[in-house]
């Protein structure tokens, strides 16, 4: 079926950088765009950003630019979320989402990212 | 970028009320509009796109109405399994944008 498998929970110090993973199963990969996704504890759902996975174009919410990038791997049908320069405020988990049949209709299951010193 | 508000951003209802929650655009989006569910620990889920299309598997007591920069989602008779917090999304627009939430409890 469907799958978007998503990467461990990471602790970083303020300032590094993290890679979350995104591996895609279950679809043709090269024909779908994948979205990131992130909600801080308690909080609402913020759109980061989007890249088509037939070309890698990506669009990016203003508020990341500079900071986030999103790559994929078809050899290994996967995406790729870094997000730089991390602040205590970037503590959220993270999730990829696919549009698939509708907007955002698959999702992975979440990566907690937690930043502190 | 497109403001959505939603409301009310939390609501108390019990099994089988009516619920309707309210969403509304900064700008006209046509009919570019979802709604998905949260429950505490998950993921969200879509349950509707396009303003009223149901997504797949999602019962029929949802519904999905509006266009332009007012939109409803409304559950008909609530059961048990609703209770939850639900967002609209545009979908017309980069980048995309999220309602504030609203939680519907006991």
């Known amino acids: 079926q469907v799958q978007l498998v998503q990467s461990g929970a990471e602790v970083k110090k303020p300032g590094a950088s993290v890679k979350a993973s995104c591996k895609a199963s279950?679809?043709?990969?090269?024909?779908?765009?994948i979205h990131w996704v992130r909600q801080a504890p308690g909080q609402g759902l913020e759109w980061m950003g989007i890249i088509s996975l037939s070309d890698a174009a990506t669009i990016y919410a203003q508020k990341f630019e500079g900071r986030l990038t999103v790559t994929l791997d078809a050899s290994t049908t996967s995406v790729y979320m870094e997000l730089t320069s991390l602040r205590p405020e970037d503590t959220a988990i993270y999730y990829c989402a696919l549009d698939y049949d509708a907007p955002l209709d698959v999702w992975g299951q979440g990566t907690l990212v937690t930043v502190s010193s | 970028d497109i403001q959505m508000t939603q409301f009310p951003s939390s609501l108390s209802a019990s099994v089988g009320d009516r619920v309707t929650i309210t969403c509304r655009a900064s700008q006209g989006i046509r009919n570019y509009l979802g709604w998905f569910q949260q429950k505490p620990g998950k993921a969200p889920k879509s349950l509707i796109y396009g303003a009223s299309n149901l997504a797949n598997g999602v019962p029929s007591r949802f519904s999905g109405s509006g266009s332009g920069a007012e939109f409803t989602l409304t559950i008909t008779s609530l059961q048990p399994e609703d209770f939850a917090t639900y967002y609209c999304l545009q979908h017309k627009t980069y980048p995309r944008t999220f309602g504030q939430g609203t939680k519907v409890d006991i």
């Open positions: 279950g679809f043709p990969f090269s024909a779908y765009f």
